[in-house]
């Protein structure tokens, strides 16, 4: 079994990794594999609503890593997305990538449903909740069940760094042990 872990962020060693590290950590000692995908800073381009994809559930765009991230999520067993919090939201190339990833792929086919999925959302004082519900409706729109954990999925970094949030630690580390759980259910 191998869990996906997005980095939304465009900064590939940034709060956001070290926050999805966490739950990597609590799906590694439940035996589940991980796999990584970066984002990173590249320009990303936004659906334009050609309707191309309704033939093969992809994104006729292949000059950016759209195609790649949804082969990666349909490969693992389950998906987590990491996201920095910009004005309150996920960051601009992560929402522009996931739009051509989730709407191409539940137009033709529902290739994701069933597939466990989680965000996970970073932040520096506030707006996670708002970023995480933007993630939620991802997964939502493609029937896929969101895993929760003890709290929301969010972590803030404060001026101390995300370390010194231990409830929000707490919280990966739950989530992690819960998609390892479900993602484990699902294959018997
Ligand atoms: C354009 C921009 C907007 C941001 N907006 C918010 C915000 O609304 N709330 C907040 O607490 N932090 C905000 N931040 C701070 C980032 O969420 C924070 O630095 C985060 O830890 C960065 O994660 P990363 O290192 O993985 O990129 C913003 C940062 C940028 C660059």
């Known amino acids: 079994m191998k869990v996906l872990l997005v980095n939304g962020s465009p900064r590939p060693k940034g709060d956001t990794f070290r926050a999805l590290s966490v739950v990597e950590q609590s799906l590694l000692e439940r035996g589940v594999e991980t796999e990584w995908f970066q984002i990173g800073p590249d320009p990303v381009r936004p659906c334009i609503d050609c309707r191309r994809c ?33 004005f309150a939201g996920p960051n601009g190339s992560l929402c522009a990538l996931l739009d051509r990833v989730f709407y191409s792929a539940s137009d033709n086919g529902r290739l994701m449903d069933g597939k466990p999925a989680a ?41 101390e760094g995300f370390e010194s949030d231990s409830f929000g630690i707490e919280t990966l580390k739950e989530l992690g042990c819960r998609m390892a759980e479900l993602v484990k259910k699902l294959a018997r």
């Open 119 to 159: 965000g996970v959302a970073v932040c520096w004082r506030s707006g996670t909740t708002a970023a995480l519900d933007r993630l939620n409706k991802y997964f939502t729109f493609s029937g896929m069940p969101v895993v929760g954990s003890v709290y929301w999925n969010n972590v803030l970094r404060g001026e």
């Open 54 to 86: 309704q033939s093969d559930s992809r994104c006729v765009f292949r000059d950016d890593k759209c195609y790649e991230l949804t082969e990666a999520i349909l490969r693992c067993d389950g998906v987590v997305v990491g996201t920095p919090t910009y």
